[in-house]
């Protein structure tokens, strides 16, 4: 422990004694309530997953520390990777056998963009958890325009309609507004894209000849690895970005930056990471899948029990340096429900990290297809598809009936409660037109969400269209 990785004190390979109860009579038999988790043998167990330092990480390190992994048979190591390609490759070549991974990874994979491997997950890990972050210099220009309430702090949510001016500025005078976001499919990516396209700020797109997404671009938007991105702002490289925590509040510790508006503002509750493992591993081991996604489900209930209760725990366990490895008091701004904008500006928002309520770890097609109509609104999907696609994509991706096994296990056991869980649904959440913008999003009716965008592909527009170009 301490150094680079995490690994279980104990892991001698474990000698079966009992056969391997199959994932088909799991399935047979969890109607009759007879499945217990002592028959439930995983067929590999041990396991190394990895994870990049962001607080949304928690599940894993909750899993790894409070023995959830062990109580299933597992013997976890825990690996934090360099950037979050590195991470997606490894899991494709068996080197991890799953991962942290932005909602985004194992949706672009299985179309093949950027890579192609066919890429699932079982466990959504957490709702919210991201911000925007503009530099001091960006801040100063803008807080004379922002309305503010009665005891002069800004009023918030701010949008990105009080950076056009700056952007229009810096364009003016031959210069180019950067920002930096993590990975070209990532939420902060299509989050920062959404925010900047809701004030009038073309964020670029991306066409199967210019991968850089700044096609017809007023804000440039470039990737910057999370643990990276407050050096980068202070260096002046980037004006802004989007990321996940502690690195919003780092810059507000370092005396740097100033975060604008949290994701929670821009989508109330929006899926953000999932826990992804290849097609290949959910078939070849479906005991072992079922285990990790037990242990990972009452992970994400202990991080939310009792109003947060376990919170500054999971603070301490996150700041060591073999997981996020900043200052407890950084997380602890983020993750114990509160999120500073300005140094002293603290606010309550307590639902800024979500691991367990709201079904956040229920794997939704609905929040599958939100990704997707991204990718093509900013041209990562070259050409128009019907909702069907979207549908077939959702469903060969995110995997509610792996979830719903293992939660119906842990009901059995007794370690979680009926109620906490959607056993009725479709897989879609209803309509929702809780976006900064109020555009509703239906995730049975994609086509229909993207023609409301003013900026946007939509239709059979390509990144070379004039419409589209003109947004």
Same mark, same amino acid.
């Given at each position: 422990?301490?150094?680079?990785?995490?690994?279980?004190?104990?892991?001698?390979?474990?000698?079966?004694?009992?056969?391997?109860?199959?994932?088909?009579?799991?399935?047979?038999?969890?109607?009759?309530?007879?499945?217990?988790?002592?028959?439930?043998?995983?067929?590999?167990?041990? =396991?190394?997953?990895?994870?990049?330092?962001?607080?949304?990480?928690?599940?894993? !390190?909750?899993?790894?520390?409070?023995?959830?992994?062990?109580?299933?048979?597992?013997?976890?190591? =825990?690996?934090?990777?360099?950037?979050?390609?590195?991470?997606?490759?490894?899991?494709?070549?068996? #080197?991890?056998?799953?991962?942290?991974?932005?909602? @985004? $990874?194992?949706?672009?994979?299985?179309?093949?963009?950027?890579?192609?491997?066919?890429?699932?997950?079982?466990?959504?890990?957490?709702?919210?958890?991201? /911000?925007?972050?503009?530099?001091?210099?960006?801040?100063?220009?803008?807080? +004379?325009?922002?309305?503010?309430?009665?005891?002069?702090?800004?009023?918030?949510?701010?949008?990105?309609?009080?950076?056009?001016?700056?952007?229009?500025?810096?364009?003016?005078?031959?210069?180019?507004?950067?920002?930096?976001?993590?990975?070209?499919?990532?939420?902060?990516?299509?989050?920062?894209?959404?925010?900047? !396209?809701?004030?009038?700020?073309?964020?670029?797109?991306?066409?199967?000849?210019?991968?850089? /997404?700044?096609? %017809?671009?007023?804000?440039?938007?470039?990737?910057?690895?999370?643990? $990276?991105?407050?050096?980068?702002?202070?260096? /002046?490289?980037?004006?802004?970005?989007?990321? @996940?925590?502690?690195?919003?509040?780092?810059?507000?510790?370092?005396?740097?930056?100033?975060?604008?508006?949290?994701?929670? #503002?821009?989508?109330?509750?929006?899926?953000?990471?999932?826990?992804?493992?290849?097609?290949?591993?959910?078939?070849?081991?479906?005991?072992?899948?079922?285990?990790?996604?037990?242990?990972?489900?009452?992970?994400?209930?202990?991080?939310?029990?009792?109003?947060?209760?376990?919170?500054?725990?999971?603070?301490?366990?996150?700041?060591? %340096?073999?997981?996020?490895?900043?200052?407890?008091?950084?997380?602890?701004?983020?993750?114990?429900?509160?999120?500073?904008?300005?140094?002293?500006?603290?606010?309550?928002?307590?639902?800024?990290?979500?691991?367990?309520?709201?079904?956040?770890?229920?794997?939704?097609?609905?929040?599958?297809?939100?990704?997707?109509?991204?990718?093509?609104?900013?041209?990562?999907?070259?050409?128009?598809?019907?909702? %069907?696609?979207?549908? %077939?994509?959702?469903?060969?991706?995110?995997? +509610?009936?792996?979830?719903? $096994?293992?939660?119906? =296990? =842990?009901? #059995?056991?007794?370690?979680?409660?009926?109620?906490?869980? +959607?056993?009725?649904?479709?897989?879609?959440?209803?309509?929702?037109?809780?976006?900064?913008?109020?555009?509703?999003?239906?995730?049975?009716? +994609?086509?229909?969400?993207?023609?409301?965008?003013?900026?946007?592909?939509?239709?059979?527009?390509?990144?070379?269209?004039?419409?589209?170009?003109?947004?």
């Amino acid at each position: 422990m301490g150094k680079n990785f995490v690994k279980a004190a104990t892991s001698p390979t474990r000698r079966r004694t009992l056969g391997i109860l199959t994932a088909s009579l799991v399935a047979a038999t969890l109607a009759c309530g007879t499945v217990q988790a002592a028959e439930l043998i995983p067929e590999k167990d041990e =396991l190394k997953f990895g994870f990049i330092k962001l607080t949304d990480m928690a599940p894993l !390190a909750i899993a790894y520390e409070k023995g959830f992994f062990e109580d299933e048979g597992l013997f976890v190591t =825990l690996e934090p990777q360099a950037n979050w390609k590195v991470l997606l490759d490894r899991v494709i070549t068996g #080197e991890l056998d799953g991962a942290h991974m932005l909602a @985004g $990874q194992p949706l672009a994979a299985t179309i093949g963009y950027g890579t192609q491997a066919h890429i699932v997950t079982p466990f959504s890990m957490d709702l919210n958890g991201n /911000g925007i972050t503009v530099s001091n210099e960006v801040w100063e220009m803008m807080k +004379p325009s922002i309305p503010t309430m009665e005891d002069g702090r800004p009023q918030h949510p701010i949008k990105a309609d009080y950076l056009k001016p700056i952007v229009e500025k810096f364009r003016a005078e031959g210069k180019t507004f950067n920002m930096g976001m993590v990975f070209p499919v990532s939420t902060h990516n299509y989050e920062l894209r959404y925010w900047l !396209a809701a004030g009038g700020i073309h964020p670029g797109y991306y066409s199967a000849d210019d991968i850089s /997404g700044q096609i %017809s671009a007023d804000a440039f938007l470039s990737v910057t690895p999370p643990p $990276q991105m407050p050096a980068t702002l202070e260096a /002046g490289t980037i004006h802004g970005y989007c990321v @996940g925590e502690p690195w919003n509040q780092q810059a507000v510790f370092k005396g740097i930056g100033v975060p604008v508006i949290t994701d929670y #503002e821009i989508w109330k509750d929006n899926p953000e990471k999932v826990f992804g493992i290849t097609a290949e591993f959910a078939e070849k081991y479906p005991n072992t899948t079922l285990a990790l996604t037990k242990a990972l489900i009452r992970a994400a209930q202990w991080l939310d029990e009792s109003d947060n209760a376990n919170r500054a725990e999971a603070v301490e366990i996150l700041a060591r %340096s073999e997981y996020v490895g900043a200052d407890a008091e950084v997380i602890a701004n983020s993750m114990t429900g509160t999120f500073e904008y300005e140094r002293g500006d603290k606010r309550d928002i307590p639902d800024f990290n979500v691991f367990f309520r709201y079904n956040a770890t229920y794997p939704y097609y609905s929040d599958a297809v939100w990704y997707l109509t991204q990718m093509r609104r900013w041209g990562q999907i070259g050409e128009a598809k019907p909702d %069907s696609w979207y549908a %077939s994509v959702a469903e060969k991706v995110y995997r +509610p009936d792996i979830y719903l $096994q293992a939660a119906r =296990l =842990l009901v #059995e056991e007794g370690r979680v409660s009926e109620e906490d869980f +959607p056993w009725e649904t479709d897989g879609y959440r209803p309509p929702t037109d809780a976006f900064i913008d109020g555009i509703v999003y239906d995730g049975q009716a +994609p086509n229909t969400y993207l023609r409301q965008f003013p900026i946007g592909l939509k239709e059979n527009e390509t990144a070379g269209t004039s419409s589209a170009t003109n947004g």
